[in-house]
């Protein structure tokens, strides 16, 4: 998993590269189509099917949304949901769940960067704006 290296305001550095928002699932690093987030709602404040889909992934035990500098991204009800749905069961039939973390970007990135440091399954929603 890769770490973040810097975010400010409409950008985000990870691995040296520049991107404006971003899905972070697993080792992939997927820019947030903001064209098509724009056709779906007129803002890039939701979240798609698609992203919530793909935050699932890859059995994460946590998911980090950074909801912007000043908390402007909705977090989606089917989110919600679907991670309260989402169990698995381990060897000893005891459910495990994923941990749903909102937090102002600043303060995700911090937390996205020390678990992935801890060496936990994290994914992420990186909004950079509002």
Sequence with gaps: ??????????????EGKEY???LLVGN???????ATLHQLFGTT???SDFEIERLL???PEIIIVGNGWDGALEINEKLKMKISSFAKASEDRKKLGI???V????EAVEEYNRLVEEGKRVNALIHTTC
């Design 1 to 14: 998993m890769s770490k973040i290296d810097q975010v400010e305001w409409a950008k985000i550095i990870i």
């Design 20 to 22: 404006s928002q971003v």
């Design 28 to 34: 992939e690093v997927i820019e947030r189509d903001s």
């Design 45 to 47: 404040h939701k979240m």
């Design 57 to 59: 992934e890859g059995e």
């Design 99 to 101: 941990e749903l973390k």
């Design 103 to 106: 937090l102002r970007t600043p």
